[in-house]
Nanobody, 118 residues
Framework: VQLVESGGGLVQPGGSLRLSCAVS??????????MRWYRQAPGRQRELVAH???????SYADSVKGRFTISRDNAKKTVYLQMNSLKPEDTAVYYC???????????WGQGTQVTVSS
C-alpha cells in the first residue's frame, strides 16, 4: 500500500494550494477508509489538520477551519486538501494518513512540504 502526496510548494501569505494523496498498491480501494491530513512543523509535534469519514463527514483543527477543505474521490483513490488564505504558521510538512477499519491497519505517506512566506 502506498500513499503519495503531491501539490506542496512555496506560496505567499494569502495564497492557495491544493494537496493530493493518491493511494495505490494491493489494497487501494479506499471506499470504507478514514482518511486524514496531518502536518508537522519544525520543532513541533505532528498534528491532525483534517479528517474525512467513508460517508464524507469532515472535521478540522480549529486553526484551519474556514480555510481548508478535505475531500475524497473514491473512484480516483485520491484525497485532497484545498488550502486557502494560507498563513506563515501553516508552514509544515503535510502527511496523508489512511486507516482501514476492517484490518485495523494504518498507513502514512512520505509527506509534502508547504512553505508560506513572502
Amino acid at each position: 500500500v502506498q500513499l503519495v502526496e503531491s501539490g506542496g510548494g512555496l506560496v505567499q501569505p494569502g495564497g492557495s494550494l491544493r494537496l493530493s494523496c493518491a493511494v495505490s498498491g494491493s489494497i487501494s480501494n479506499i471506499n470504507m477508509d478514514v482518511m486524514r491530513w496531518y502536518r508537522q512543523a519544525p520543532g513541533r509535534q505532528r498534528e491532525l489538520v483534517a479528517h474525512i469519514t467513508r460517508l464524507g463527514t469532515t472535521s478540522y483543527a480549529d486553526s484551519v477551519k474556514g480555510r481548508f477543505t478535505i475531500s475524497r474521490d473514491n473512484a480516483k483513490k485520491t484525497v485532497y486538501l484545498q488550502m486557502n488564505s494560507l498563513k506563515p504558521e501553516d508552514t509544515a510538512v503535510y502527511y496523508c494518513y489512511r486507516y482501514i477499519p476492517y484490518e485495523g491497519s494504518e498507513y502514512w505517506g512520505q509527506g509534502t512540504q508547504v512553505t508560506v512566506s513572502s
